[in-house]
Antibody, heavy 119, light 110 residues
Framework: QVQLVESGGGVVQPGRSLRLSCVAS????????MHWVRQAPGKGLEWVAV????????YYADSVKGRFTISRDDSKNTLYLQMINLRAEDTAVYYC????????????WGQGTLVTVSS | QSALTQPPSASGSPGQSVTISCTGT?????????VSWYQQHPGKAPKLMIY???KRPSGVPDRFSGSKSGNTASLTVSGLQAEDEADYYC??????????FGGGTKLTVL
């Protein structure tokens, strides 16, 4: 079955960088677009970024544009989120999810990894 | 763009039906048949319950149904059960390169 396992979260100071990973298994990773979605403590879901299955297109929420970069390595079945210049408001659980097609829905979700931005 | 608008809370007794609304604009909910709904229990990852307005993934009970009229989408849970108590989020494609979520609705089974 589909399994998505995020890692790379932790405590980081404002202005620093962090890279999240999401390892996929149980499906043909290279055939799927992938999302990152985050959830601040006690708050709702916020879409962060999406990458097409072939990596040709990448789109970002305005709140992270210019600071976050989504990428993928199909040889490793792994999705990444490079985050720079982190702010306190980036504190959240970050989930990766498979793309249902046409930016239509997030089908399968990982368990999330917590990023805390604090001095 | 602003988040989609959901009521913060909804409730119903076991066996009853409850409907949760999700209001957007003609640039998101009203412009695409790409509305989805997610269930999230405390401390757990979200789970897809409805996609493309009214389609149910395999394994989701048919007690869950979705619809849309204009700029407002709705999730109806019929025959409420205790395990339905959770947070529910709607989402919609918004333009060619954006996705929006609603603020979430906490469903309480009385």
């Amino acid at each position: 079955q589909v399994q998505l396992v995020e890692s790379g979260g932790g405590v980081v100071q404002p202005g620093r960088s962090l890279r999240l990973s999401c390892v996929a298994s149980g499906f043909m990773f290279s055939n799927y677009g992938m999302h990152w979605v985050r959830q601040a403590p006690g708050k709702g879901l916020e879409w962060v970024a999406v990458i097409w299955s072939d990596g040709s297109n990448k789109y970002y929420a305005d709140s992270v544009k210019g600071r976050f970069t989504i990428s993928r390595d199909d040889s490793k079945n792994t999705l990444y989120l490079q985050m720079i210049n982190l702010r306190a408001e980036d504190t959240a659980v970050y989930y990766c999810a498979t793309e249902g097609g046409q930016l239509s829905f997030c089908e399968s979700w990982g368990q999330g990894t917590l990023v805390t931005v604090s001095s | 763009q602003s988040a989609l608008t959901q009521p913060p809370s909804a409730s119903g007794s076991p066996g009853q039906s409850v409907t949760i609304s999700c209001t957007g604009t003609s640039s998101d909910v009203g412009g695409y048949n790409y509305v989805s709904w997610y269930q999230q229990h405390p401390g757990k990852a979200p789970k897809l319950m409805i996609y493309e307005v009214s389609k149910r993934p395999s394994g989701v009970p048919d007690r869950f149904s979705g619809s849309k009229s204009g700029n407002t989408a709705s999730l109806t849970v019929s025959g409420l059960q205790a395990e339905d108590e959770a947070d529910y989020y709607c989402s919609s494609r918004a333009g060619s390169n954006n996705v929006l979520f609603g603020g979430g609705t906490k469903l309480t089974v009385l």
